[in-house]
């Protein structure tokens, strides 16, 4: 007896590690699971930096870092230009740059399931050119008054420095164009309905325009005025009841000038603003998925320079091979086919006399009485209109 007992004490101390071995066993594998989980949405849930050059900063939680290629971008990060340029993209195929001295926030980012991929642009340009993965997702830019949804694929958006306008230009496809009053995105659908002037407001917003292929939309001034200023109010310092009020009060004269919302024309297309759509190329996602954390995959990135590299000179030689079949032989000629003329010194005191007809990252295109040339950013000294 005493012998089957303590067989019988030993098989259930041998059990007990036995349970614990499972228990853990399924731990790891549940955190694993997590952890994959976490990181495979985090991944679909951001855009990469495909390109970048000059000065730009991403802040993220009050921390600015020069971005860089490869680099993960998340929701809620800021992203600021100044004598530069930056190029995005999401997982699912959307490219957006990030022009010269602007300040936005990726505000939503879409999975691949669908959602929202939403840009808050808070002044300065910039020029997306989207595709999206789903029918479900939904791709919008919104300026301090006015919000873009896209239905096409490429277009550009604008804010005046001084005036504080917006404005889209639609390069191919169609976009809708509406008043962005910023007191709804803060009021419940409840808060809406009971509130008159909400309500007034809300309607207002729903009266988007539809801005098609080589068109360009801007806001009604008038309501543009008006929404600008009920914009700053619901986004001051003050007693959020006591701003409400006091946009609530600015309703009607919204309502009254929201006859014609957004005012169309035929856009201006320049030759830069189609070098400038070429050169926003659009990279494989499976080579932006093998980039899934800070520790970016130093492959993929060599190869994203390489993609973009091959790109920018295929267009600029496109380019230099169009302006040299036309004879320029003098600035006068010059300064009559480009409207402008400028005076470019190097950092060897080299001056040309021409025209910028071509940007595209850290390389210009100068057309001058000598030929046209390329030169590198980083040597140009001065830069003056003549």
């Given at each position: 007896?005493?012998?089957?007992?303590?067989?019988?004490?030993?098989?259930?101390?041998?059990?007990?590690?036995?349970?614990?071995?499972?228990?853990?066993?399924?731990?790891?594998?549940?955190?694993?699971?997590?952890?994959?989980?976490?990181t495979?949405?985090?991944?679909?849930?951001?855009?990469?930096?495909?390109?970048?050059?000059?000065?730009?900063?991403?802040?993220?939680?009050?921390?600015?870092?020069?971005?860089?290629?490869?680099?993960?971008?998340?929701?809620?990060?800021?992203?600021?230009?100044?004598?530069?340029?930056?190029?995005?993209?999401?997982?699912?195929?959307?490219?957006?740059?990030?022009?010269?001295?602007?300040?936005?926030?990726?505000?939503?980012i879409?999975?691949q399931?669908?959602?929202?991929?939403?840009?808050?642009?808070?002044q300065?340009?910039?020029?997306?050119?989207?595709?999206?993965?789903?029918?479900?997702?939904?791709?919008?830019?919104?300026?301090?008054?006015?919000?873009?949804?896209?239905?096409g694929?490429?277009?550009?958006?604008?804010?005046?420095?001084?005036?504080?306008?917006?404005?889209v230009?639609?390069?191919?496809?169609?976009?809708?164009?509406?008043?962005?009053?910023?007191?709804?995105?803060?009021?419940?659908?409840?808060?809406?309905?009971?509130?008159?002037?909400?309500k007034?407001?809300?309607?207002?917003?729903?009266?988007?325009?539809?801005?098609?292929?080589?068109?360009?939309?801007?806001?009604?001034?008038?309501?543009?005025?008006?929404?600008?200023?009920?914009?700053e109010?619901?986004?001051?310092?003050?007693?959020?009841?006591?701003?409400?009020?006091?946009?609530?009060?600015?309703?009607?004269?919204?309502?009254?000038?929201?006859?014609?919302?957004?005012?169309?024309?035929?856009?201006?297309?320049?030759?830069?603003?189609?070098?400038?759509?070429?050169?926003?190329?659009?990279?494989?996602?499976?080579?932006?998925?093998?980039?899934?954390?800070?520790?970016?995959?130093?492959?993929?990135?060599?190869?994203?320079?390489?993609?973009?590299?091959?790109?920018?000179?295929?267009?600029?030689?496109?380019?230099?091979?169009?302006?040299?079949?036309?004879?320029?032989?003098?600035?006068?000629?010059?300064?009559?086919?480009?409207?402008?003329?400028?005076?470019?010194?190097?950092?060897?005191?080299?001056?040309?006399?021409?025209?910028?007809i071509?940007?595209?990252?850290?390389?210009?295109?100068?057309?001058?009485?000598?030929?046209?040339?390329?030169?590198?950013?980083?040597?140009?000294?001065?830069?003056?209109?003549r």
């Amino acid at each position: 007896m005493r012998t089957k007992q303590g067989k019988s004490e030993l098989s259930q101390f041998q059990f007990v590690p036995t349970v614990m071995l499972v228990a853990l066993t399924l731990i790891f594998a549940i955190t694993a699971c997590k952890d994959k989980s976490a990181t495979d949405e985090a991944k679909t849930l951001s855009m990469v930096v495909t390109f970048t050059s000059g000065n730009v900063k991403v802040v993220r939680d009050g921390k600015g870092v020069p971005a860089s290629i490869g680099m993960i971008v998340y929701q809620n990060d800021l992203i600021q230009t100044e004598n530069g340029t930056v190029d995005l993209q999401t997982r699912t195929g959307s490219a957006v740059r990030v022009r010269e001295m602007t300040s936005l926030t990726v505000a939503k980012i879409a999975g691949q399931d669908g959602g929202e991929t939403r840009i808050n642009i808070e002044q300065g340009g910039m020029l997306a050119n989207v595709k999206k993965a789903s029918a479900d997702e939904s791709f919008n830019v919104a300026t301090p008054t006015a919000i873009a949804g896209v239905r096409g694929t490429s277009f550009s958006v604008d804010i005046d420095p001084i005036a504080q306008t917006s404005s889209v230009k639609v390069l191919e496809g169609k976009v809708a164009m509406a008043p962005r009053i910023i007191a709804l995105e803060t009021a419940t659908q409840e808060e809406i309905q009971n509130s008159p002037a909400l309500k007034k407001m809300a309607e207002v917003q729903s009266k988007e325009v539809v801005i098609e292929e080589k068109t360009e939309g801007r806001l009604n001034p008038t309501l543009e005025k008006h929404v600008l200023a009920a914009n700053e109010l619901a986004t001051s310092q003050e007693n959020t009841n006591t701003a409400r009020k006091e946009i609530e009060k600015m309703a009607t004269t919204i309502e009254a000038t929201a006859g014609n919302t957004v005012m169309t024309q035929e856009a201006q297309i320049t030759q830069q603003d189609l070098i400038e759509q070429q050169t926003l190329i659009v990279v494989a996602p499976e080579l932006l998925n093998k980039i899934s954390s800070e520790e970016s995959n130093e492959t993929a990135r060599k190869e994203i320079i390489e993609v973009r590299a091959k790109n920018e000179s295929e267009v600029l030689k496109k380019v230099e091979e169009i302006a040299s079949k036309e004879q320029l032989n003098t600035e006068q000629a010059v300064q009559q086919r480009y409207n402008r003329l400028e005076v470019i010194t190097l950092s060897d005191g080299t001056k040309i006399v021409g025209a910028v007809i071509a940007q595209t990252g850290d390389v210009l295109v100068i057309h001058s009485p000598q030929g046209v040339r390329r030169v590198n950013k980083a040597d140009i000294e001065s830069q003056e209109f003549r």
